[in-house]
């Protein structure tokens, strides 16, 4: 077979060419450290590429849901904790009311301080979070506690006392897992109790007795304030209980993080020891064949006559 220079020619430029582009692949996975540029370098690292970002994506939100459901959570449980204090306080101003030395004046103050104890636990109960109200169940843009003109404590602008939820649950609930929901919130009447004998019939009850200077009545409470406390804390119980939970799934969730984010590494990551290897050796190969093309392509007919 006979070669021409023609063919030489051709023959360099093709492999210039081809070298070209492998020193360019090289360089761009030094400089992006990513296996491939577009789907069609490689379909199957695209392929599983996209599965191990989905998943990334789902996991993150899934984090931020967790996040998002432990900061409503505890700021719950910090309004229980200050409500506890606040029957706690109670209970010991009718301790001391109860006792059968106190002036008018005095039973007076302790009244007043009754009065501001029992606003307190009317803001206790009306805690936001980012602007809704932890205690309100569905109702969360509005205060759920109020009082009316003849100073009655209202629940979503009922009395307590006749309110009726007629069995429905408002349950704020949130997807934190693959397939898995946790009650974010603690409903008010969960919290105060329903009917005769709720918190704030209690506090009522103590401040009559308080009026009246009646001390077995004052008395009497102390029963009501225990029972209070002990529904306080029966849903401070619970929450505690779902606190738990979410943290053991935030926890998982960083596992899984850390696994997907490897796997999404190991996927798409060039090893970039092997890859500056392959940059240096692609640059040599080049560089070699320029060499050889500019030899090849610098012949002329007078070479061969000379």
Do not use: C, H
Request: hydrophobic share 35%; proline share 1%.
């Amino acid at each position: 077979m006979r070669i021409t220079n023609n063919m030489m020619t051709t023959a360099s430029v093709r492999n210039i060419n081809k070298n070209m582009e492998r020193l360019s692949k090289a360089q761009e996975q030094v400089s992006t450290q990513s296996k491939i540029q577009q789907p069609s370098d490689d379909p199957v690292v695209a392929s599983r590429a996209i599965r191990y970002r989905s998943y990334v994506a789902r996991v993150e939100q899934y984090q931020k849901n967790v996040d998002n459901v432990t900061s409503w959570q505890e700021v719950t449980d910090s309004a229980l904790s200050d409500l506890s204090d606040v029957m706690q306080q109670l209970k010991e101003l009718v301790v001391q009311g109860s006792s059968d030395t106190l002036s008018d004046s005095d039973l007076a103050a302790i009244k007043e301080d009754v009065t501001q104890l029992q606003q307190t636990a009317i803001d206790t109960l009306n805690t936001s979070y980012g602007g809704r109200y932890v205690f309100g169940g569905y109702a969360t843009d509005e205060e759920p506690y109020s009082m009316d003109a003849d100073n009655n404590v209202l629940f979503k602008g009922q009395l307590i006392s006749d309110f009726n939820d007629n069995g429905d649950e408002q349950a704020i609930k949130a997807n934190i897992g693959y397939g898995t929901s946790v009650t974010v919130n603690v409903e008010g009447q969960d919290v105060t109790g329903m009917g005769s004998g709720n918190l704030f019939d209690t506090f009522a009850k103590v401040l009559d007795g308080l009026d009246s200077g009646d001390v077995s009545e004052l008395s009497d409470t102390l029963d009501a304030i225990e029972s209070n406390t002990d529904t306080i804390l029966a849903a401070q119980a619970d929450l505690g209980a779902r606190m738990n939970y979410v943290s053991m799934v935030g926890k998982r969730l960083d596992n899984d993080y850390t696994t997907y984010k490897e796997l999404m590494s190991n996927n798409e990551d060039v090893d970039m020891a092997e890859a500056s290897a392959e940059s240096a050796t692609a640059s040599t190969v080049y560089e070699a064949s320029l060499s050889v093309g500019v030899k090849v392509m610098s012949k002329s007919l007078l070479d061969y006559l000379a």
